[in-house]
């Protein structure tokens, strides 16, 4: 299982980036996938969080608050890669990107933490500064 996240950079305040993450070793289809950031000092957290469509159970799409209505994942399971568009960038939202997959193809609504995540990318830099 390997993830690897590229599309960092540096960027002015009200910019935009794409993050992309390729799988290889599994299908990304089958598994609930994520975004976290982790900031210098500061804990990682989930920043987006995509999961499965499994029987009766639509696709679950999760947002921290600080980026709701600025980012949108997505996914290609053809392609297995994960993106992250990010629009309207501020400087709280610098930090080191990780995409993640989950244990399970499913999270609990509202629930997604570390610990559902089992691989990890390793990391890619976005930095937003005038």
């Known amino acids: 299982v390997q993830l690897q996240a590229f599309g960092g950079g540096s960027v002015q305040p009200g910019g935009s980036l794409r993050l992309s993450c390729t799988a290889s070793?599994?299908?990304?289809?089958?598994?609930?996938v994520a975004w976290f950031r982790q900031a210098p000092g500061k804990e990682r957290e989930a920043v987006s969080c995509?999961?499965?469509?499994?029987?009766?159970?639509?696709?679950?799409?999760y947002y921290a608050d600080s980026v709701k209505g600025r980012f949108t994942i997505s996914r290609d399971n053809a392609k297995n890669t994960l993106d992250l568009q990010m629009n309207t960038l501020n400087p709280e939202d610098s930090a080191v990107y990780y995409c993640?997959?989950?244990?399970?193809?499913?999270?609990?609504?509202?629930?997604?933490?570390?610990?559902?995540?089992?691989?990890w990318g390793q990391g890619t830099l976005v930095t937003v500064s005038s």
């Open positions: 995509i999961d499965t469509s499994d029987g009766d159970h639509r696709p679950y799409y």
């Open positions: 070793g599994f299908n990304l289809g089958d598994y609930a």
């Open positions: 993640a997959k989950a244990r399970r193809s499913t999270v609990v609504a509202g629930a997604v933490t570390l610990a559902d995540f089992d691989s």
